[in-house]
């Protein structure tokens, strides 16, 4: 084999989405020395559909540093695009070019490089690149998004890539222009497709659990009263006390018990589109509420969904295509860079890993964050918006623990 490039560091990023470069440029900030690994914004650039736009308002959907130097809306003044906190829908190629310019002027020393493999060799450790080359980290933060944690219910899974996709694969609403699509959902998710796909022309279905559809209301035209304000209070994740205390208090959310925290994140913030869609989807694109799928086969070329209704009834809907935009389910054992005696040492509940109150895993050195951290800080680990929290804390965190040795090591070249 050539040579490889070997280097060393006291951190290692892994993953360049508003998790990733919030905590880098955090590290940066505080001169730990680090690297950052992953696509740039991968999961927004590949895996939402072009034309969507978040269901987040303009002022929760910021990246993180410490002297708030390129807010979302400091970036759209820069490069005219409209923008307000709260009535203007932040698109999503807005929210692509904002992540793209983060990167560019607090993290610039992204390498665009997939990890292959992370294994522990004594106390360090070791990290695989798609392009052969090696790291080696004291301490590695996984920041992997939702790429890995697609879910498709098994009443569906029968059905061959052929019939069925998720909805993290459809980036082009209209690569099935030609087909009679049904979309199994009733989140943003399901409802954003749905509208891209019915106005770029295709024939489309949604068929959702839920008797109706739940979608955020609009701003108002006035500002809230103080009233309002108090009886419920704005978030990043939407209005009320409860939303509050998940915002603002993360490590008093670690500290309830479990269950209560697993009860939390499973049924807190159910399926929801936001207020632009209602006109979008209501109305113009045929809907099946309060219908469960429970089998799903192909008959003659064509997909034959038995779903069940509220009442018990059962009935078939026959569709050329199924897009599950059932949303994402953390489980590391979808993480298969991590080398098997790694993963397979990492505390779980529910296949999510235990975290403590700094982000870190039972494994001494290794943190989760973002989705992966919800069962253990809360709902907003699910947003952009917790990006903020988490990079303050597991930076504070990091810089505490730095050892005299964790210093920048050279990169240098050895046989592979």
Excluded at 122 to 148: C, I, N, P
Excluded at 153 to 170: A, F, K, R, V
Excluded at 278 to 306: I, Q
């Amino acid at each position: 084999m050539g040579d490889c490039m070997v280097s060393r560091c006291d951190v290692a990023v892994v993953g360049a989405g508003p998790y990733g470069l919030s905590i880098a440029a955090h590290l940066r900030s505080h001169g730990i020395p680090f690297r950052i690994f992953g696509k740039l914004m991968h999961t927004w650039r590949e895996q939402m559909p072009l034309g969507m736009a978040l269901k987040s308002d303009g002022f929760a959907s910021n990246l993180s540093d410490p002297v708030r130097s390129l807010t979302l809306e400091g970036f759209c003044a820069e490069a005219g695009i409209a923008y307000d906190h709260t009535k203007i829908p932040v698109a999503l190629d807005t929210f692509v070019s904002y992540g793209v310019a983060f990167q560019r002027r607090l993290v610039p020393d992204l390498v665009q490089q997939l990890v292959t493999g992370i294994e522990r060799q004594g106390d360090e450790f070791r990290l695989q690149l798609e392009d052969g080359s090696v790291a080696f980290a004291k301490r590695v933060v996984l920041a992997a998004g939702v790429t890995h944690f697609h879910y498709v219910p098994d009443s569906l899974t029968g059905l061959s890539p052929q019939y069925l996709s998720h909805s993290s694969e459809h980036k082009y609403p209209n690569a099935l222009r030609d087909r009679q699509v049904t979309i199994i959902g009733g989140g943003a998710s399901a409802l954003d497709l749905a509208a891209l796909m019915h106005e770029s022309g295709t024939d489309v279905t949604v068929v959702a659990r839920r008797s109706s559809l739940v979608f955020h209301k609009p701003p108002s035209a006035k500002p809230p009263t103080l009233w309002n304000r108090m009886r419920a209070p704005r978030t990043g994740i939407g209005p009320g006390w409860k939303s509050r205390f998940f915002t603002d208090a993360p490590h008093l959310f670690h500290a309830l018990p479990e269950k209560t925290r697993l009860d939390i994140v499973r049924r807190y913030l159910g399926p929801s589109g936001g207020w632009p869609l209602r006109d979008r989807v209501v109305g113009r694109v045929p809907l099946k509420l309060g219908c469960t799928p429970r089998s799903a086969s192909v008959v003659d070329g064509r997909v034959h969904l038995v779903l069940s209704d509220e009442n018990g009834g059962t009935s078939v809907h026959i569709t050329d295509h199924v897009v599950a935009a059932t949303g994402y389910r953390v489980d590391l054992r979808r993480l298969t860079f991590l080398e098997p005696g790694l993963s397979a040492s990492i505390k779980t509940v529910e296949n999510s890993p235990v975290l403590g109150s700094h982000f870190q895993s039972s494994v001494p050195g290794l943190y989760f964050v973002g989705v992966a951290a919800a069962n253990s800080f809360g709902p907003v680990m699910r947003f952009a918006f917790g990006a903020d929290y988490t990079a303050e804390r597991i930076v504070r965190h990091l810089a505490k623990t730095k050892t005299p040795e964790s210093v920048a090591k050279p990169s240098v070249a050895v046989a592979g």
